[in-house]
């Protein structure tokens, strides 16, 4: 598929989408548009990055407009269901963006801020509402939202419904909207209870998968740096300052070492702000605002609040502590390197964190190249923390000596991904051949047999 005119969208839409600068549609665009726009139900495995919004809201705006008739007072003939509220806003836009010259209204739903606005523009009946669960259940209950007249429904990011305990607030939700001709349902990976959500909700679905992360982040440079733990903030100021950086994201475990960060950067003369669940809904605009406008260009985040954040020319996502989820090292990194662009992804790793470094490396099949910054270097890693040894085969300038060593490997190098049935594999680490993909990561839900993440390619 070479561009969006031979998918059969309306010319008001591919107008909009050459305003918007998208010549060609994303894998994932060119897989589901075509069974969208013929009604059909949508099982879509992607993450943020994809452009699967895209992906479910062209067909949407198509069809409505196709299709003629106005919003029912107190409802909306489209909803989009998103586990956070920068989600819902950036969904919102994106309708917005692509129905720029179809004159439908879109709304978003979400908690944090006041009720009364939400509920007057739900009184004059919306065609487009993009609502995070709980709130939505709100209105609900106040019966300020009614939702027997959607047409179309779409779960968005249902895998981080489930983490953030949205599944029962859905099921309702679901429950409420019978009429429905349509449903869209998306997420990056497939636990079981996600895969038992959707085969309740669609009938008979197109499944469209985009690429597999073991060919991942092939516009992103990783590498990690090994030190000490309070060498951490010394270090993360010294990569600020480097040479080539802009806007960039660093990710905190939790929401009070995101807020510790931000004090020590202050104190080191770099201004940035904090991201996480315990800041205001204002709080969080401003600080999406100054980071995209390139105000204050360092955002620290935690994964949940970074979820869905699209800001392009991100330059640089520097993790200062290692995720226990190695799933979520690929989320990570994904936010750089979007749409086309290239990035740089540094995970600062502490001794004791070689562990999850590991983890990643066997999620992803690829090796991450480590440098050893410790002051001390005589301190023993004990054998569960030794890094993998990148991948086999000799490697330019290094004469082939590919002898097993105990020692932290210091690779200075671009990665490069290991060849076709030549995967890197941590020593002494076979796959079992029963063992699912991804093999040993730590905290996989029981049941998630995906194994898998995913990544945006071919932009
Ligand atoms: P999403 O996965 O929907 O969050 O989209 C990620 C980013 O890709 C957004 O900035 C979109 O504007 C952009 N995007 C979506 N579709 C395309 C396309 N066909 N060509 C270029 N950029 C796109």
Redesign the pocket.
């Known amino acids: 598929m070479t561009n969006?005119a031979e998918l059969g969208l309306d010319p008001l839409l591919l107008q909009a989408?050459a305003e918007?600068?998208?010549?060609?549609?994303?894998p994932i665009?060119a897989q589901a548009i075509p069974a969208a726009l013929q009604g059909r139900d949508v099982l879509g495995i992607?993450?943020?990055?994809?452009?699967?919004?895209?992906?479910f809201a062209l067909p949407i705006l198509h069809r409505l407009k196709q299709g003629g008739g106005r919003p029912p007072r107190g409802g909306c003939r489209v909803l989009v269901l998103s586990p956070t509220r920068e989600l819902a806003s950036?969904i919102a836009d994106?309708f917005k963006?692509y129905g720029k010259h179809l004159g439908f209204s879109t709304e978003v739903v979400f908690g944090g801020v006041g009720h009364v606005p939400q509920q007057k523009a739900l009184a004059r009946g919306v065609d487009v509402l993009v609502a995070t669960p709980g709130r939505l259940l709100d209105h609900m209950g106040t019966r300020h939202a009614r939702l027997d007249h959607v047409e179309v429904l779409v779960l968005d990011e249902a895998d981080q419904m489930l983490d953030k305990g949205f599944l029962p607030p859905i099921r309702k939700i679901v429950a409420a909207v019978p009429q429905r001709q349509q449903t869209m349902f998306f997420s990056a990976t497939m636990p079981t209870d996600i895969a038992n959500l959707a085969r309740d909700m669609l009938r008979d679905p197109v499944r469209v998968e985009v690429t597999p992360v073991a060919t991942t982040a092939e516009r992103v440079n990783q590498r990690a740096i090994l030190l000490e733990p309070n060498a951490k903030r010394a270090m993360l100021a010294k990569l600020l300052r480097g040479e080539g950086v802009g806007r960039t994201l660093i990710f905190s475990r939790t929401k009070h070492g995101a807020d510790k960060i931000v004090k020590a950067l202050e104190q080191d003369g770099l201004s940035a702000n904090a991201i996480h669940g315990n800041k205001g809904q204002s709080q969080r605009e401003r600080a999406l605002a100054e980071f995209k406008s390139g105000r204050a260009p360092i955002l620290v985040a935690t994964d949940i609040a970074a979820r869905?954040i699209?800001v392009?020319e991100v330059t640089h996502v520097i993790q200062h502590d290692l995720p226990e989820v190695p799933e979520t090292y690929v989320h990570r990194i994904g936010r750089t390197a979007?749409?086309?662009a290239e990035g740089e992804a540094v995970a600062l790793v502490a001794p004791d964190e070689l562990g999850l470094l590991r983890a990643v490396e066997r999620l992803t099949r690829q090796s991450v190249p480590m440098e050893d910054q410790r002051a001390d270097k005589s301190g023993r890693l004990d054998d569960r923390a030794t890094p993998v040894r990148p991948q086999r085969g000799p490697r330019p300038g290094r004469g082939g000596d590919q002898q097993p060593s105990r020692k932290p490997q210091q690779s200075q190098g671009r990665h490069q991904p290991p060849a076709k049935g030549q995967q890197a594999k941590p020593q002494g680490q076979q796959r079992r051949p029963d063992a699912p993909r991804g093999g040993e990561a730590p905290r996989r839900r029981p049941g998630d047999d995906s194994g898998r993440v995913f990544m945006?390619r071919g932009?």
Do not use: M, V, Y
Request: cysteine-free; overall charge positive.
């Open positions: 969006f989408l918007a600068g998208h010549e060609t549609p994303t665009q992607a993450q943020t990055g994809t452009g699967k919004t895209a992906a950036q994106s963006k869905g699209d392009r979007r749409a086309g945006a932009r």
